[in-house]
């Protein structure tokens, strides 16, 4: 069974850092990925890497504070956030495709967590 565990999530000050982490079990897949959803808005592709180590860039609005990684050993997927703002506050969902598609394809993640809550105070 396959199973996808974020934490990692709290309650920052704005201009703070978090490290979410999700550990997967069951399998391992080429693309994980990152996505966070606000309350009353749409659900956002933050960032995705593919087993390589090679990135996928999401919004444009996290560019140059956060930093998606992995580690194939142990079957985990980073995403490090810093420089937060409270508008970075969001459920962040870690994601995997099962499939060979590019890691850019939001379409094609059919496994997900459950969610970490991220809050950043002003």
């Known amino acids: 069974q396959v199973q996808l565990v974020e934490s990692g999530g709290g309650l920052v000050q704005a201009g703070g850092s978090l490290k979410l982490s999700c550990a997967v079990s069951g399998r391992s897949f080429n693309c994980m990925a990152w996505f966070r959803q606000a309350p009353g808005k749409e659900r956002e592709f933050v960032a995705a890497i593919h087993w390589s180590g090679a990135m996928t860039h999401g919004v444009d609005s996290v560019k140059g504070r956060f930093t998606i990684s992995r580690d194939n050993a142990k079957n985990t997927v980073y995403l490090q956030m810093n420089s937060l703002k409270p508008e970075d506050t969001a459920v962040y969902y870690c994601?995997?495709?099962?499939?060979?598609?590019?890691?850019?394809?939001?379409?094609?993640?059919?496994?997900w967590g459950q969610g970490t809550q991220v809050t950043v105070s002003s």
């Open positions: 994601a995997a495709t099962g499939g060979y598609y590019s890691c850019g394809d939001v379409r094609r993640y059919d496994y």
